[in-house]
């Protein structure tokens, strides 16, 4: 029997105007697990981890984070994300925007 899964996304895009920054993610992360989302500057990291906490829509893709759907219950992510500290965004950017949402 496998895992629960804390992330199940499946195909994530997002552009910004003329610019594509995520094409086509999937990721699947069991619950307990951590794990660490590397690579270079501009290569679409905090727009993906801004998607998985509900705090910015996916232009196409589907999927859930902590049981939630990331689209249809995105205020729900927020704040579960938030009191149980399940999704910890590491970057400086993406935790300025976490503060910001909460106030």
Known sequence: ????????VHGLNKS?????????????????????FLGPNGSGKTTTLRMLCGLLTPDSGSGQALGFDIIGQADAVKLRGRNDRAITIGT??????LVERER
């Open 16 to 36: 910004f105007g003329d610019k594509h920054v995520v094409n086509d993610v999937t990721i699947q992360v069991e619950e307990g697990r951590i794990c660490g």
């Open 92 to 97: 400086r950017a993406a935790s300025k925007l």
């Open 1 to 8: 029997m496998s895992a629960a899964l804390a992330i199940d």
